[in-house]
């Protein structure tokens, strides 16, 4: 066939057989053939169908393996070779992306050639791009894409997945038991009857060997299940077999590889286990347990160690429980033991029935035989038992206090061997107890006391010890509860007290308790009572609770001593009482309910405040006075020995620092407790007091018409004559200061304490005279005033008055 430019053209056919048939050209035929052209950038040909709107060449086949290389696959052009050069190139993977240089193309007349031989099992296609070029290295044409695809050729053999494979199969299998599977790969296509795989069995053994010659298994020649295909699978005759495997390509004839399979025979329960001998003897001494007294045993067909052959003991005819067996794992045998101890005067011998079977069900190919029974003769072995308590702690009831010599228990132990018996008190650290050597009854030696550091709980504990005639002993223990009796009186607590007459405050009385060296129930609670007596006449007792009560007089009676008698007993059985004198004091009380003296009475009925704190503040004020009194008679007894006629107040002989003898007036005004600083204020001052007579000190606040007047007293009322005369004596002073404070208390025209207080009239004709007089006998320079600097800030203004400079 030719093309339109007269070039003979070789296409593949497009027929649906060309495309599924595995058609395969051997290198030999690919040579001898004419090169086939392709024109991959033709719009219209036979070689290329159209999808959609794109031309697709078909795969290009290249056999793998090929020895004639470099070979010429393919040889494209492009419809520009007309109209000028064109240049071919080819990009992709084999060209010049991994793996390159499996494939080229000559760039003048586009042959495209294998360069080596190509593996299937690497790489089974490729996809190229071809390129049509001017001279320039412009591109001509767009790419064509190139499909290679590499065919399969049979040159690899299959192999199994396991160089031995291993399975098992039951004993007695039916044919058909599926045993196992084996498995086989080919690397080869597996499309193609190159991977087509066939499984077969070209060998047999048997282990033991023997002369079995059946064909004991089969295979699936496409799934490689193996199975069974005959009977007479016996254990006992054949533990396992080897087979040889052997797997072929091409449907079994191609290329083939071997292999191994391993099959393990396993058991059935299939035999019954039998005891061998069925009957047995065994000694078991008494009085012991856990301790093994014999074994049993019994043969079993089945393989050893397996769940098959592991035998599972019973005991048939054990109610009591006295005996138990287990299976020794090792060797199957049954071990027989005492789980509870047995008494050989009770009983001399036993006689157990035992059966067996397999810890595994018994196959139903089993033949039917019946459950294999045993019987074990056990004989008791006698022996020296040690005496037996009939309990152990033994639990006695007592009262504590109870009469010695009282039998509290008898029969308190017996001996299995019907030997004499010894007893004695192994410890009683109380020495309470005595016990009969030969009967062990025991009594009370002398009375108990609860009280005693050995009594826990009301438990006294006592250990006895008891020995049979073979000198073989054992202990007990004597748990003696002790019940509490009543023993001692209730006692009154306290015997002394104080009640309040004030009949304003309500009942009052003494509260009373009463102390039991009982404990209950002989204790609490208590009753109390008054008897029937002169002392208790006028008093009686109320109960407040189960433990106190409170004594309370009937009559309002006078301050002083009483002798009260109270009745109290106890809730113990018998009940005891007591009769208790208790000295009550009746007295007034405070506001706090104690009681005070006569004269703390008469102050506080008036004041409503302690009398200690009474005696306190009156105390205070007396000192305050006195350190005043004694302040002011100093300073005055100063100033008249040191002050000479004719001279001015501040000129004297003394050398000491005026500073003494100047009062500070800070303290003015306040509230009700500032009567101190009212009376403070009212002292005559000379260096404050004013020139003119009848007239106000300095301090005054406002004048005495305009100050504002009490409200605890009539204001028309005439003031009281206050002291006109100034001390002739220092020791005048407090007088003077007396009169003149009571004088002011009693004033109705004076101003309230919590006002500002003011300075009193002076009077008339002061005998000072004014300060312009002070040291008018002396000149300057004979007065040092320097000391006036040394007196603080309210002196500095004084100072500069009489600075010589």
């Known amino acids: 066939m030719k093309d339109s430019a007269g070039e003979k053209k070789f296409l593949p056919p497009l027929s649906e057989h060309w495309l599924h048939n595995k058609q395969v050209w051997s290198s030999a035929e690919a040579h001898h053939k004419e090169q086939e052209t392709l024109y991959p950038w033709r719009n219209k040909g036979t070689g290329m169908f159209r999808v959609k709107r794109d031309w697709i060449i078909p795969p290009i086949r290249v056999l793998e393996n090929s020895k004639q290389v470099p070979e010429d696959l393919v040889q494209i052009k492009s419809d520009k070779i007309f109209t000028g050069e064109v240049i071919y190139k080819l990009e992709g993977a084999g060209v010049d992306q991994d793996p390159k240089n499996l494939f080229e193309i000559d760039d003048i007349t586009g042959v495209i050639r294998s360069k080596r031989p190509l593996d299937r099992e690497t790489y ?24 290679i695809v590499v065919l399969d050729q049979n040159d690899n053999r299959p192999a199994f997945t396991q160089k031995e494979f291993s399975g098992t199969v039951p004993e007695f299998s039916v044919p058909g038991t599926l045993v196992m599977s084996v498995t086989a790969t080919d690397k080869d296509d597996p499309m193609t009857e190159n991977a087509y795989l066939s499984y077969s069995i070209i060998g047999q053994e048997s282990f033991p060997a023997n002369d079995l010659d059946k064909t004991m298994f089969g295979i699936n020649n496409e799934t490689g299940a193996i199975y069974t295909r005959d009977v007479g699978l016996d254990l006992e005759l054949v533990k396992s077999f080897r087979l040889k495997l052997q797997v072929a390509d091409m449907g079994g004839m191609g290329l083939t590889n071997e292999s191994v399979a391993i099959i393990h025979v396993t058991d059935i329960n299939n035999h019954a286990p039998q005891f061998s001998p069925a009957t047995y003897s ?23 160690g397996t769940a098959n052959w592991e035998a599972k003991y019973f005991i048939s005819n054990d109610p009591e429980g006295n005996f138990a067996i287990t299976t020794d794992p090792a060797t199957n045998e049954g071990v027989l033991t005492v789980v509870k101890p047995l008494d050989y005067e009770a009983q001399h011998e036993h006689v157990l029935l035992l059966k067996v079977e397999n810890v595994n069900p018994l196959s139903i190919k089993a033949p039917s035989v019946p459950v ?14 040690a005496p037996r308590f009939r309990e152990d702690p033994i639990q006695l009831v007592v009262p504590e206090s109870v009469v010695p010599g009282t039998l509290l228990t008898s029969h308190i132990a017996s001996d299995p061997d019907n030997s004499d018996l010894r007893y004695e008190i192994s410890r009683d650290p109380e020495k309470w107890l005595d016990i009969d050597r030969d009967t062990g009854e025991i009594y009370a030696k002398r009375t108990f006391n609860m009280r005693s550091p050995n009594v826990k709980n009301n438990i006294y504990n006592v250990i006895v010890k008891v020995t049979d005639a073979g000198g073989v002993s054992t202990t007990a223990t004597v748990a003696i509860i002790l019940k509490e009796t009543n023993d001692f ?14 009949t304003g405050r309500g009942s009052s009385g003494l509260v009373v308790t009463a102390v039991d060296e009982d404990f209950p129930p002989q204790a609490a609670p208590f009753s109390f009572e008054m008897p029937d007596d002169d002392l208790s006449i006028n008093w009686t007792v109320v109960q407040v609770n189960d433990t106190h009560a409170v004594l309370q007089p009937l009559v309002d009676l006078e301050a002083g001593e009483y002798v009260v008698t109270v009745f109290v007993s106890d809730s113990g059985s018998p009940v005891l009482s007591a009769y208790s004198q208790v000295n009550v004091t009746v007295c007034r009380c405070d506001s706090f309910g104690d009681c005070k003296s006569e004269a703390g009475a008469f102050v506080g009925s008036s004041v409503g405040i302690n009398f200690i704190a009474l005696i306190i503040i009156m105390a205070s004020i007396a000192l305050l006075l006195l350190l005043l009194l004694l302040t002011v008679a100093v300073t005055s007894c100063g100033r008249r020995h040191h002050i000479k006629k004719g001279t001015g107040l501040l000129v004297g002989e003394s050398e000491d620092d005026i500073r003494d003898n100047v009062f500070n007036y800070d303290e003015q005004g306040g509230g009700e407790e500032d009567e101190n600083a009212f009376s403070i204020d009212m002292l005559w001052n000379p260096l404050e007091a004013p020139s003119t007579p009848g007239s106000y000190y300095p301090g005054s606040a406002v004048p005495r018409g305009k100050q504002p007047l009490r409200k605890d007293a009539p204001h028309n009322l005439p003031s009281p004559i206050y002291p006109r005369r100034p001390p002739a004596d220092p020791t005048d002073i407090e007088d003077y200061i007396n009169d003149g404070l009571e004088a002011a208390d009693n004033d109705p025209n004076v101003p309230p304490y919590d006002t500002a207080l003011i300075y009193d009239y002076e009077g008339e004709g002061s005998l000072t005279g004014s300060l312009s007089s002070i040291a008018s006998g002396s000149s300057d320079g004979d007065q040092d005033y320097d000391y006036l600097n040394d007196w603080g800030p309210r002196f500095k203004k004084l100072a500069n008055m009489y600075d010589p400079r």
């Open 124 to 147: 089974n296609s490729f996809t190229l791009k071809a390129f049509a070029l001017s001279p320039s290295g412009e591109r001509l044409e767009n790419p064509s894409t190139i499909e």
């Open 282 to 304: 065994m000694l078991a001494v008494e009085n012991r347990k856990d301790n093994e007294i014999g074994r049993v045993n019994v043969t079993d067909r089945d393989d050893r």
């Open 372 to 385: 294999s029974g045993a019987s074990v003769f056990v004989t008791v072995v006698n022996e020296n038992e």
């Open 489 to 502: 009186p209730p006692q009154l607590f306290p015997l002394s007290g104080s009640v309040c007459r004030d």
